[in-house]
């Protein structure tokens, strides 16, 4: 690599310097989106006592739930989970930690851990259990809960186009978390489905400008349908 | 007898507007999106990232990029925009919705609900169900009104609360049910429902007009 070229070929150099204990952020809302063949490498690493933020985490064989066969994640943080056997079973033993994050609280925390800002007043969860712990000031008359932002040591992120320069665009509903966690990454991954050369994206149409991005590989996807809904 | 699902969903979309910007949640109130009034234009958003939500795509145009906060394949209208999920909480929490239809298994007369976990059942998560009722303007509540005889309309809510002092109006297979001053106030009820019986099905402190007129079911 030189100069601001952030593209890798192996995904033993995009996952580099990954080690256990790690936080590391993954894209994605449900299984669209996400960046397959990182965690598949990631699982290949076997790499321990991972706390994973991530707004759901996978199905049984694919996506997140693959690194639940290895009982890789210590800690769950997510806003919707459980939809694999494996992961209620390890949530149930308590294998495994879970901290429920309503998703608009999950988002922000990680826009706001990318942006700098260590933590933010927001009337989600007020009164419930999630605010249970937590700073309540009020505003205005009403009731706010103070919640902490997030980064990661490693964002893996999922984007349809790249330039060398990790400029990076996404695909319809394929962005959900992914540009925030590009943000909040030490090191910030991108798995995407084409690279080119700097100059042939319009920088109009950046949705996430390459400073954020420190490394790039081109992947292959198969994405998986979780739920196919067909007009009848 | 009381409303079906779809009448349920009927019902609700009556409260729909021109020009309106709506959010549906899971359940009866996905099924609200088949009875908006013809005429009107209304953008369907899915916290997922969509402005301008269509219908189910055909086998052609099914895209694994674009689905809805259900994890369903879906299709987007003419005029629809794609965005990440901060802006999609940006829209929600921010109050820009109109319009906000969710599911729950109990209200209360001081608009707090509770949607998202029973105890010693598996908590899957709240997704974005606390962030809906704390940001929306103007929130429909799809409900059951009671299960096996037992009140879900109730002086306080027994379950692990989604929001606080949220909820303004609900609407179940029985009764339309307005919530203001701590209490709830029956403004109509469903086609053959006596107003005995909603009350009978009734735990909260219900205010019940000499005349209660019947629901516009077609």
């Known amino acids: 690599m030189a100069g601001f070229d952030k593209v890798v070929t192996s995904y033993d150099d995009a996952l580099s310097g990954l080690k256990d204990n790690m936080t590391v952020m993954v894209g994605g809302f449900g299984l669209c989106g996400i960046p397959e063949g990182l965690i598949k490498k990631m699982y290949e690493m076997n790499v321990q006592n991972i706390t994973c933020i991530s707004n759901n985490a996978g199905v049984d064989g694919f996506g997140l739930g693959i690194l639940l066969e290895r009982n890789q994640i210590k800690t769950m943080i997510g806003s919707y989970v459980g939809e694999n056997a494996l992961f209620e079973k390890q949530f149930l033993n308590g294998d495994m930690k879970v901290i429920l994050t309503p998703q608009g609280t999950l988002a922000e925390k990680i826009r706001a851990g990318g942006a700098g800002i260590p933590g933010f007043y927001t009337a989600t969860g007020y009164g419930t259990p999630i605010a249970d712990g937590k700073e309540v000031k009020e505003f205005n008359g009403r009731k706010y809960i103070l919640e902490e932002s997030y980064t990661s040591d490693f964002s893996l992120i999922r984007a349809w186009k790249a330039d060398r320069y990790g400029n990076l665009i996404y695909r319809k509903t394929a962005a959900n978390f992914n540009p925030m966690m590009a943000t909040a990454g030490k090191i910030t991954v991108a798995e995407v489905e084409e690279i080119v050369e700097p100059g042939q994206l319009d920088p109009n149409f950046i949705h996430t400008p390459g400073i954020f991005v420190q490394r790039v590989i081109l992947g292959n996807f198969e994405k998986r349908i979780e739920q196919r809904t067909v007009k009848k | ?218």
Request: with cysteine; net charge negative; charged share 20%.
């Open chain 2, 1 to 218: 007898m009381g409303l079906s699902r779809e009448q349920i969903a009927q019902r609700i979309a009556q409260e729909m507007k021109d020009g309106y910007y709506v959010n549906l949640g899971i359940g009866i109130p996905t099924l609200v999106a088949n009875y908006i009034p013809a005429g009107m234009q209304v953008m369907l958003q899915s916290e997922n990232g969509i402005l301008g939500m269509g219908e189910f795509p055909t086998d052609e145009l099914v895209d694994p990029d674009l689905i809805n906060a259900g994890k369903q394949t879906v299709t987007v209208v003419k005029g629809a925009a794609f965005f990440n999920s901060a802006d999609s909480f940006a829209m929600i929490r921010g109050g820009h919705v109109d319009l906000t239809v969710l599911g729950a298994f109990e209200v209360d007369q001081d608009g707090s609900i509770a949607s998202w976990m029973v105890p010693g059942k598996l908590v899957k998560g709240m997704g974005g169900a606390m962030d809906l009722v704390a940001g929306a303007r103007n929130i429909v509540v799809a409900m059951a009104h009671s299960n096996k005889g037992e009140s879900k309309i109730l002086t306080k809510c027994k379950l692990p609360l989604t929001g606080v002092s949220c909820i303004k109006k609900v609407v179940t297979d029985l009764a339309v049910l307005e919530i203001k001053d701590g209490a709830f106030y029956l403004l109509e009820r469903a086609p053959g429902v006596s107003v005995e019986e909603i009350v009978s099905l009734t735990e909260g402190k219900l205010i019940v007009a000499s005349h209660v007129p019947e629901m516009k079911i077609f």
